[in-house]
């Protein structure tokens, strides 16, 4: 799959992320000068030693005592109260995730008159850049490898000269010490100590104490068949009369982990990046790419999604021939190895203007699941840090949403394709850091709640902040949500579903043990016999009190009911599989017989969000929490007929527009209920073309701006990443112990093909449909393995026979 733009990117939404999980670039293309945004994962603002959460308590009380006030103002109808009381518990705020320098490579301003041509190759994760001019085609391709830890650029004009080229390095950070020589671009950037907000103003604050910030170098090294010289003054190498350039890039920094201090010794990061550089010099050009693309395509080629015949026709066009590996074409660069005429890329923004005026959605919708597979691939990999709000990509110092972690959707939505698409390495930094979050969050349940286990809240970043956020004064909609824990729990379980792999789940077993902990303290009497939680939050839901006033604080919302039960289930589960016993579980059974078994119907007939019949304040509000039973949940099922018309009824009443991320979740819970129609109307309306306003904050429509990035708005990668998952599961479903096919499959999407999608319990699906049918399909697993097949209303149970496989027609598969 490739996609392509006629111009240079005018935006930052237009531009392509290449990334290795821990380098990110967005490629800009522009003629006169080739913008390089340049980010590090691991490049956040504060540090263990500084960041909230880790330092003094500010002055604030906290505490049980205040937990105990709290619940006795919600038990009196006190709403205004409890919400002074909670302020008294809110630690500061969670960090900001930073850009870390723009490459440029500067052309005289007769480069102004050339026509400008870029394509995004998925499957090789390489941009290509054709620049026509007067004098000749000047060829620039670019990828970021993740065996090597390098940006790799290569220019060239097919023996002709690609004029003087100027490139330096800059950064937005004032902490940057910059040094350039004839071959080579060096930069030391120190991050902000601090990112600050008072009230709803954020700003940023540098200071050079020892520990208190992470350091970065950048080192580029050029090689070119010109003259190079530096210019020290502006920070410059220029070269002069080239017919080819290569440039190699590296970076590293001093953040090691959420609890070491990083050491700011820029001779040593200096040194690491210097032989990163060199160690990638030391390879060809081809060899190079070579490594790059089997990296790549060993996670790339396992699953694909086919809704239409290759190239349909439409504003699709050829690209031009391929070549061999290890050959150049008419420019000069290498070309990855291919077959003799490579497929045509799919035009962009054309593509997202003819499927909202025709509806066909077929094209769109397999290039938004191709092109999430390449997001995680390239923002998540074994290693580094969790794909944040916007993955690996950002620009600002003060981004949206500080760019952060953002645990009561977001987060988890960035990692619902990893296993399904096939991904399950790309999952492990999210693994990993909830290893540290759980870590930081025993802190927070012993000071904050005077409990024990480990709890964490609705906002997190690289240094695991997992207290309360807000500065005193916050809205307790978003910092009174202590079940990130619950939820993220549930990425353990699927792990372990998907994988079938018990050490995986004996690897989770502390971190749910924790959180069992810590939620089976939490849990208090609400009415006789029953239990219920005090505080609660419905995820930045509010609804109406009879005086007018809005309020989220209550007790018991549905949305924290579901997510304990679903955390204590999959506790006991684990300690049944591993045989462990624990004097907590028998209290973790007796409080699920006190908990309610199920989701309240309201008035309505809808599942219920709160703990009685409440007023919203926002009817078509774009958090779905209390539909978690539904999705990511487990429990409501379309054999659940009383729950599943509950759950249509939410929806329906939610209305058809939302953010891009909401609309994804959307897709997802219609696909869950079999609602092909609902689901396919969400997809529509998420994939509907939008211009980027270049603007903060939640305004204008949601959709994907031209570089297919979703639009909350602004960019979210969750919509891109969750949509991915939700399209998937249109065709396939594999929770609650059965195997769907085409369990919401729209009207048109009659024919297609899904290829290596991966199913809980070890397996894997090759299924072709014509027609609106199953017509072949392949099962690969564990030997043995007994299946319980739907489709088309019919439930078959079928056996892997001794290799592992079931394979053949549908008609005899299925019986």
């Known amino acids: 799959m490739k996609i392509a733009m006629d111009g240079p990117a005018a935006r930052w939404t237009e531009a392509y992320p290449l990334g290795n999980g821990r380098i ?41 005592e205040e937990l105990a006030r709290i619940r006795a103002a919600l038990a009196a109808g006190d709403h205004a109260a409890a919400t002074r009381a909670e302020h008294t518990l809110q630690r500061g705020y969670a960090q900001a995730y930073q850009p870390l320098a723009d490459l440029l490579l500067e052309s005289g301003p007769e480069a102004a008159e050339a026509r400008t041509r870029r394509v995004l190759d998925l499957a090789e994760a390489t941009a290509e850049t054709r620049w ?167 996670l790339w080629d396992r699953t694909s999604l086919s809704l239409v015949p290759a190239n349909p026709g439409g504003p699709e066009r050829s690209d031009g021939p391929g070549m061999t590996e290890g050959t150049a074409d008419p420019e000069g660069a290498t070309r990855p190895a291919g077959s003799d005429a490579a497929p045509a890329p799919i035009e962009l923004p054309a593509l997202q203007q003819r499927t909202a005026e025709d509806g066909d959605t077929r094209l769109l919708a397999q290039l938004v699941v ?71 969050g025993e802190r927070t349940a012993s000071a ?17 902040f997992s207290p309360p956020v807000g500065d005193g004064a916050f809205d307790p909609v978003w910092s009174m949500w202590p079940l990130a824990g619950a939820w993220l729990c549930r990425h353990l379980r699927e792990a372990w579903e998907f994988s079938a792999d018990d050490e995986v789940l004996r690897r989770a077993w502390p971190i749910l043990l924790g959180a069992a902990r810590f939620l089976e303290a939490w849990l208090v009497e609400v009415r006789p016999g029953e239990l219920g939680t005090s505080p609660s939050t419905s995820p930045e839901n509010r609804f109406r009190l009879p005086d007018g006033t809005t309020t989220g604080l209550t007790t018991s919302t549905t949305a924290d009911l579901a997510m304990i039960r679903d955390q204590f289930g999959t506790t006991l589960l684990a300690a049944e599989v591993l045989g462990i016993d624990d004097p907590l579980l028998s209290r973790l059974r007796k409080a699920l017989e006190r908990l309610p078994r199920r989701e309240r119907i309201d008035g309505a007939g809808r599942i219920a969000e709160w703990d009685r019949e409440r007023e919203d304040e926002d009817p078509h509000h774009r958090h779905q929490s209390h539909l978690y039973s539904l999705l990511p949940g487990d429990t409501i099922t379309p054999e659940d007929r009383e729950l599943a018309d509950a759950a249509r009824r939410s929806l329906e009443d939610r209305g058809p527009d939302s953010t891009g991320w909401s609309l994804a979740w959307r897709v997802g819970l219609w696909a869950r209920l079999g609602d092909a129609e609902g689901a396919h109307r969400a997809l529509r309306t998420f994939l509907a073309p939008v211009e980027d306003p270049d603007a903060p904050g939640p305004h204008g429509p949601a959709g994907l701006y031209a570089n297919l990035f979703c639009a909350h708005p602004p960019f979210q990668i969750d919509g891109n990443l969750g949509v991915t998952a939700a399209v ?61 097949l739907w489709h088309g209303g019919r439930v078959t149970t079928v056996t892997l026979d001794e290799d592992g496989r079931l394979a053949g027609p549908a008609a005899e598969v299925l019986g």
């Open 448 to 464: 904050v709640y005077g409990l024990p286990g480990w709890t964490a809240h609705h906002n997190s970043d690289r240094w695991a």
């Open 728 to 788: 998937l599961e249109m065709i396939v479903q594999s929770h609650a112990g059965v195997v769907r096919l085409l369990p919401a499959l729209p009207d048109h999407w009659r024919d297609g093909q899904l290829r290596g999608v991966r199913l809980r319990g070890g397996m894997t699906l090759d299924l072709r449909w014509r027609d609106g049918a199953a017509t072949e399909l392949t099962l690969v697993g564990p030997p043995g393995r007994t299946v319980t």
């Open 24 to 64: 990110g670039a967005m490629v800009r293309s522009d003629p006169v000068v080739s913008r390089f945004q340049l980010n590090e994962d691991s490049c956040w603002s504060g540090s263990p030693a500084t960041a909230a959460g880790n330092r003094r308590d500010d002055g604030l009380r906290g505490g049980p």
């Open 370 to 440: 191709a092109y999430g597979r390449y997001l995680l691939i390239s923002s998540s990999r074994p290693g580094t840090l969790p794909a944040n709000l916007q993955g690996l990509w950002n620009e600002k110092l003060l981004p949206p949403w500080r760019s952060n972690y953002t645990t009561n959707i977001n987060l988890e939505m960035n990692y619902w394709p990893a296993e399904l698409a096939g991904l399950p390495e790309c999952r492990e930094p999210l693994l990993d850091w909830i290893e540290d979050l759980a870590g930081s």
């Open 132 to 298: 026509e001019r007067p004098g000749g085609t000047v060829l620039e391709r670019s990828f970021v490898s993740g065996p090597d830890e390098v940006l790799h650029i290569e220019r060239s004009a097919g023996g002709a000269s690609l004029g003087d080229l100027r490139i330096r390095v800059t950064t937005p950070h004032p902490a940057a010490v910059p040094s350039v020589r004839a071959d080579e671009l060096r930069l030391s950037v120190r991050m902000p100590t601090d990112a600050l907000r008072t009230g709803k103003q954020e700003s940023l604050e540098y200071d050079d104490a020892p520990g208190a910030a992470v350091t970065a170098v950048l080192l580029a090294r050029v090689e070119h068949d010109g003259t190079a010289s530096a210019e020290p003054a502006d920070g410059t190498v220029l070269v002069t009369g080239a017919t080819r350039l290569r440039l190699v890039l590296a970076v590293r920094t001093d953040s090691r982990g959420a609890q070491e201090v990083p050491h700011g010794e820029v001779g040593r990061l200096e040194a690491d990046a210097r032989a990163t550089v060199e160690a990638a010099l030391a390879r060809s050009a081809p060899e190079l790419a070579s490594r790059h693309r089997r990296a790549h395509r060993e």
